[in-house]
């Protein structure tokens, strides 16, 4: 249950500080060079949760800091939290919280971080998830949502929010335009119905959090 009681002052800090210093997977052989992304605030109510940073986010430190983070703050406004509160109701964490690299091959994209990668990483989501106990956790992106719901098609997942493990989790496609998912009109439209779902819950679930008067009902399961 989310108690929304204050965080002890520098709980967070240490475990960001945890992270910014983890040399696991380059140690383990799976980077060549770990630059571990941390951060964010105590006072969110909502934890998004994505596969993992991009190149731009690594160089500027921040997740989601490449052009589907533009789209993620739009839905983000859409689902009930306008841009200028988002720094500080919205924490931003992924999979894992270094840049993998270029997808192999030559594919689009960045490679997709390995299951012991995850592993060695989800320590430090798991106490994210303990420390803020969020109302709402969005899993953005079919890798997020399959670690924690289990593997199904995208189209049976987006549009809903699942309550599970006393959590309630919103899925949504990746915003970063690399897959052709979103070009679907149908698709689109389960985007847009999380969205209301989202905001529905967050004006029952999370009052004030869009700074004005919520209503008391939630249309969410
Ligand atoms: S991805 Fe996670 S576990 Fe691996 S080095 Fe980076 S911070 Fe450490």
Known sequence: MHTQDP?????????HGEILACRKCEHAGYLWEAHPIAGGRSSATVLVIGQAPGVRSMARRAHFMGPGGQLLRAWLSRGGIPRERQDEAVYFSSLTRCYPGPALR???????????????????LERELALLDPPLVLLVGSMAINHFLGRAPL??????????????????????????????????????????????????????LRGEETASTSHAP
């Open 7 to 15: 965080l002890p002052p520098g709980v967070l800090g240490q475990l």
């Open 106 to 124: 030559g594919a689009a994209g960045d490679r997709k971080p390995g299951r012991a990668e995850i592993a060695l990483c989800a320590p430090y």
């Open 155 to 208: 189209r049976e997942r987006v549009g809903t929010i699942v309550f599970q493990d006393s959590r309630h989790w919103l899925p949504l496609p990746h915003p970063s335009g690399v897959s052709r998912w979103l070009n679907d009109p149908a698709n689109q439209r389960l985007v847009d119905e999380g969205l209301r779902l989202m905001r529905a819950m967050l004006d029952g679930a999370a009052p004030g």
